[in-house]
């Protein structure tokens, strides 16, 4: 049967080709970001062979804007913002000021108008959200401290960009793009915000009771088609009306409907059952998006590549770096957010989108962020690689200094006045059995760990549990690690542990530090820095194999522990370890 609709075509070469290029992205590791942008660009009018309709693509793109920012806002958290408020408000404030500073003077080097500069460096201080929340819980930190600060800045920025798409319009006159003459300016202005803010106070009050009753009436039917149906009827219900009554962004209307939706007890099946259409329009939004990509700009301007490359890359990533050290970070904590937000994603094509829209921007800032987002989302693997010895370095570095004050998301809860017990630094599979352990045995502990699941469960069975990074001083002291009869550290970051051994060797010389360790050259370094014992997890483990392998030639077990006990011993055994075949 021919296809005759340019909106089924369009939508089959999409998804078609977005398969391709994210098996193609997989494959060669990289963000699944870069496949679903290459693919536009292979349909798109810049390149040869097929071309899918570009208008076509613009409104399912629409369509996929509305449900990526229906799922911002359902994920939308005002506590944990609150929780690190002290950190992500003001340092994803200066941070998109200094980036947006840096991009206007860009672009006034090339010649750009003073507005369409500014819009241009707010675009390229926005990181994509997706690609900093997937990159934090692949490498396990969205739990953390890290996690938790670098979850509240992404908020700020959502939220800051918002309001820029909702005034921008309003104001585009004033900075010389097509809108309102100069003298209704201000008065375009105040109306954006009230009709806003009307529509805003509207959805808080009556929507917030409205939408929960919707759904849960949706799921009292007993049809999970028919639940499913009235989440996605809301979202783009809001939004249209939104849209049509209001004359607010169809963006800002789905995300106010993904926030009252949150309030209901359903929210997170609700937006389980909704993930599967909002990943395949937000997957159609990235392919659109990269059918608007011109390739042509790399050879005619790639020196203006290059520099926004820099921009996003070099200057913003040392921007946020800074600016969290100065507002008393640990290093790790800055280098993990500075280096996860150096790139440009889904906020950033948005913006740019308006800005050409309303002729602030020409048309080449579009394939310039394009480029640089490209770049920057398929490096950003690659670059998160130099954390952990960029980490060493500012550790080492005067910068350093500026760390004094680390962040505590989680209150600190009642920890009692404990004297001659022991404190446990990480409690994963490893801090977990051992602390089973000393609990059969009677022996009172103290958990200190990154994760807030953790931590809660502790406290909930009674066990005392600290949330912070034991490699601070006051986090220790609240630990009561000056009265601490032994301290032991199981966490598998090297740097982390060494950290963690200093400060402990500082707040209680005398107390024995155990740690574990991954090679022969590992341990000698802790033991320099005064660790009592230094586990080799490698070694135990062989160690535990040839004690089952000895029983089953008759070996008693006294005689295959001498054994053991001299391979234990045995320093040769351990350069075998370090130098030997896996």
Known sequence: MPLHSNLLVSLIAALVAACCGGLLA??????????????????????PGFTADPAVAGQLADLGIVLLMFGVGMHFSLSDLLRVRAVAVPGALAQIAITTMLGWLLTRWWGWPAGGGLVFGLALSIASTVVVLRTLSERGLLDSVHGHIATGWLIVEDLF??????????????????APDQGSAATALLL???????????????????APWLVTLAARSGSRELFTLSVLALALGVAGAAAALFGVSLALGAFLAGIVLAESDLSYQAAAE????????????????????????????????????????????????????????????????????????????ILTGVGVSLTLLP???????????????????????MATPLEAWLTRSPLNTLARRPLSVLPAGSVPNLRGHAVICGYGRVGSIIGRALERRGIRLL???LNVRVVEHLRERGIPAVYGDAGHATILAHAGLAAARVVIVTVPDRPATRRIVQAARAANPQAPVIVRTHSAAERRELRDLGVTEAVLGELELALEMTRAGLRRFGVTGYEAQAVLTGIRQSEDSVEQLRYGAD
Do not use: C, W
Request: hydrophobic fraction near 65%; aromatic fraction near 6%; proline fraction near 4%.
């Open 447 to 449: 958990v200190i760990d």
């Open 192 to 210: 954006a915000l009230v009709k806003a803010a009307a529509f805003a106070l509207l959805m808080l009050y009556a929507g917030t009771r409205l």
């Open 161 to 178: 960009t918002v309001v820029v798409l909702v005034l921008l319009p309003a104001v585009s006159g004033l900075l010389g793009g097509s």
């Open 363 to 385: 048309a080449e800032a579009r394939n310039l962020v394009l480029a640089g987002a490209l770049a920057s989302i398929t490096l950003n693997a690659a670059l998160l690689r």
């Open 26 to 47: 997989a494959s060669l590791r990289l963000p699944l970001i870069t496949g679903y942008l290459l693919a536009g660009v292979a349909i798109g009018p810049f390149t």
């Open 274 to 349: 909704t993930t599967p259409f909002r990943d395949a329009f937000a997957v159609v939004f990235f392919v659109s998006v990269g059918m608007l990509f011109d390739p042509a700009v790399l050879i005619e301007a790639p020196l203006h590549v290059v520099a926004v490359l820099a921009l996003i890359l070099g200057a913003k990533a040392t921007g946020a770096v800074l600016t969290v050290l100065v507002l008393g970070q640990p290093a790790r904590t800055a280098v993990t957010l500075g280096l996860s937000i150096a790139q440009v994603g889904e906020f950033s094509f």
